[in-house]
């Protein structure tokens, strides 16, 4: 897509200059990657339909690497969808992330990158689902795009309206607990799209194998906002 390109480009020669998302630095030593694909054995080992289980889990893989925060994911193959039904298909089962997760304590505030407005807000309360989720309108030089923030708390979509602007820098939300957050351990769902085919409120996190060519036009690096040296 045109303007999937155009759009990528743009960001690319503002690397650097948003607003951090979660008000501090992901680059600091307290930040590391984290492997949710099938070459990490502790996965294979825990019951992760159990979110407190999986809670631990994470908590686990954080203080292997002496951190505090875990990021990474952006078109990963996982196996940690397993646990829920939600991702479940009648031909193929959708392990492919489409953004980054940032996995820090319930309550951590999220603030917005750069300068938007609210498209709109919905809580996709299922098993497995985002929960709490915000999706943000922003345009850049005319091209209008899209972030989405999933896994938040049921008080971040309180007193929001669709079209409440948000600055730069300005705080919009807050990790939810489980199970308010979709029954995940605390994290965030950070995504980046030029397009949201007609949806409101909710756009898929995960896809099939096969529809990785289709969302690779779409879902660009949320990276180009964060920054990030440890994704």
């Keep these: ?10 960001l690319r020669a503002r690397a650097g200059t948003f607003a951090p998302l979660l008000g501090f630095d992901l680059n600091g030593p307290h930040v590391t990657r984290l492997d949710f694909t099938a070459a990490n054995p502790l996965l ?3 019951d992760l ?9 994470v908590h686990q893989m954080l203080q292997e690497r002496n951190a505090t925060v875990g990021v990474g994911g952006y ?3 996982r196996v940690i969808y397993r646990r829920s039904g939600h991702f479940e298909g009648a031909v193929e089962s959708r392990s492919v992330h489409l953004g980054v997760d940032l996995w820090a ?11 938007g407005k609210v498209h709109s807000f919905k809580d996709n ?35 929001l309206e669709v079209g409440k602007p948000f600055a730069a820098g300005e705080k919009i939300a807050s990790f939810g607990p489980y199970p308010e957050n979709g029954d995940w351990p605390p ?23 096969s529809e990785i060519p289709f969302f690779r036009q779409i879902c660009l690096d949320p ?9």
């Design 75 to 77: 078109f990963e193959h």
């Design 44 to 46: 294979l080992q825990s």
């Design 187 to 209: 994290h965030l769902h950070f995504q980046l799209m030029a397009n949201l085919q007609g949806k409101a409120g909710d756009f898929p996190g995960v896809c099939a194998p």
């Design 105 to 115: 304590p319930a309550q951590t505030p999220v603030y917005a990158p750069l300068a």
């Design 1 to 10: 897509m045109e303007n999937s390109s155009t759009l990528e480009a743009l």
């Design 125 to 159: 309360a299922h098993f497995g689902d985002y929960g709490p989720t915000i999706l943000l309108e922003h345009v850049l030089e005319g091209i209008p795009f899209y972030t989405l923030y999933g896994h938040l708390s049921r008080a971040s979509l309180c007193d």
């Design 49 to 57: 339909k159990d979110t407190q289980a999986f809670e631990q889990l």
């Design 223 to 231: 990276n180009l906002l964060l920054n990030c040296r440890k994704i």
